[in-house]
């Protein structure tokens, strides 16, 4: 049965990040869309409000009659959730028509001409600029995306007329191997979820075996030095400043944004104008920007789309930006990440005491990659640390955020979430940074409420 003669559609874990942009997806032709999660969030709120149903108990009896109807329904699970889930155990022992994500995102991208943007970091941002240059183009597209578009404030972008769909290519659980695109982007192959691979050589492997999959005579577009070879495709290499097939040059930081001049296999787009923070972030830009002109893109359109560029969500979100004060939010959550994000930080404000509130995501991720957390945390004025948010995980045994901060050379502290806020009330601010792809997000609205009440003082 094809998914989309199904009349409902029930998703378990429909608050992720790539589950709700389906959701939206299905909402928006029309199905019946409902869905469990664990815990209420701003997406979750913001899907509820679109008209979309959302329980936030586990148990088959919350589940609406006509979802278990199993001839008409479709359930769309994540790897993420446990194994001892009711309604999903449910659903499989009832022979109910279950797919992965990733199955449904590869069976609503096969048709298209699919852009999948892969990396252990900078995907979303990618991902989310390549959308917004395609769509503010004579192209168009749709997206199916991993943070929420500002320019858009959603994860979902639909074209009735371009063939040209986006999509964020997850290495978890092997998700984008359900992809076969036209256009792939490797940004990153840095060690990340060990617990999936074990060890970063099975990681690699796994990126090699997704870029094989791009369609003959497709284009693979990946940082330079990563070992990616693929045959049958067209390959091109990007980079900061090193010299590769799109690389910038003349990069400048100018009242805290990046210009510089492109260059690529036919010559140089000169006097380019990022509107989006970060030195990072320009070579984000370089490779949804070398994804665009490979497509078809033209050098007016790539202008104005740079320069019009908001950002996405929790990617270095300016929260407050002031002479006196600045709030930034990011979902940096892996060594190279906090890296990047607070280097980026410290060369727009050199001068400026920045500190850093940082949460640990995951037991596994904190054990194996302690070392680097301390390293990239160093690099702040004030370091906090909170509790490891556990997402799918069970504790382990002498794994706690006490094990970073014995590898740091600065002084930092541990709180918990409820002594924090007071902690941010009784502390000089200048520039401070959250960090981490848990809960932390939501703290942002009061530490952003107390920044602001300091700011009229």
């Not at 659980?173 to 076969?180: A, E, K, M, T």
């Not at 640990?360 to 690099?379: I, N, Q, V, W």
């Not at 979430?417 to 609205?445: C, H, P, Y």
């Amino acid at each position: 049965m094809n998914i989309e003669d199904f009349k409902n559609i029930y998703f378990v874990g429909i608050g992720g990040i790539g589950m709700s942009a389906i959701a939206r997806y299905f909402h928006a032709i029309g199905k019946n869309v409902y869905g469990y999660d664990k815990t209420k969030t701003i997406l979750t709120g913001e899907l509820e409000k679109e008209g979309i149903g959302i329980v936030f108990h586990d148990g088959v009896q919350h589940i609406p009659e006509i979802y278990l109807n199993k001839n008409e329904t479709l359930v769309v699970y994540t790897p993420a959730i446990p194994a001892n889930h009711e309604q999903l155990n449910y659903f499989n022992k009832e022979n109910f028509h279950l797919m992965k994500r990733a199955q449904v995102l590869g069976f609503l991208s096969d048709s298209l001409n699919g852009v999948g943007i892969a990396g252990t970091h900078g995907k979303t941002t990618v991902s989310t600029l390549t959308a917004h240059i395609f769509k503010t183009s004579a192209l168009g597209c749709n997206a199916f995306l991993g943070g929420i578009s500002r320019n858009y404030n959603t994860n979902l972008l639909l074209s009735k007329t371009s063939p040209w769909v986006v999509l964020e290519a997850d290495e978890f659980d092997r998700s984008f191997l359900q992809l076969h695109p036209q256009v792939a982007v490797v940004t990153s192959m840095d060690a990340d979820h060990l617990d999936i691979y074990g060890e970063k050589e099975e990681l690699e492997k796994t990126f090699q075996a997704y870029v094989r999959q791009v369609k003959p005579n497709g284009h693979l577009v990946y940082k330079k030095g990563l070992p990616l070879a693929p045959k049958g495709i067209n390959l091109y290499s990007y980079s900061l400043e090193e010299e590769a097939d799109f690389y910038a040059r003349n990069l400048k930081l100018v009242q805290g944004y990046y210009q510089f001049d492109l260059v690529h296999p036919n010559g140089c787009i000169t006097g380019l104008k990022l509107s989006y923070p970060g030195r990072i972030n320009v070579e984000n830009a370089i490779a949804a920007s070398a994804v665009a002109l490979l497509c078809g893109v033209n050098k007016e359109e790539l202008q104005l789309a740079l320069a019009s560029f908001n950002g996405v969500r929790r990617r270095f979100d300016y929260r407050i930006k002031s002479e006196k004060l600045v709030f930034i939010d990011d979902y940096a959550h892996h060594p190279k990440e906090l890296w990047e994000s607070i280097s980026s930080v410290k060369a727009i404000y050199p001068d400026k005491k920045i500190t850093g509130i940082f949460q640990p995501h995951l037991y596994t991720r904190t054990r194996d990659f302690a070392e680097g957390f301390a390293e990239s945390l160093d690099l702040l004025d004030d370091i906090i640390l909170l509790d490891i948010y556990p997402a799918r995980e069970l504790p382990i045994a002498g794994i706690n955020s006490g094990i970073i901060l014995e590898k740091m050379k600065k002084a930092g502290r541990i709180c918990s979430k409820e002594e924090l806020i007071e902690q941010i009330r009784q502390s000089e601010i200048e520039v401070l940074l959250t960090l981490g792809a848990g809960d932390i997000d939501k703290l942002v609205e009061p530490i952003e409420l107390i920044l602001n009440q300091r700011l009229k003082c």
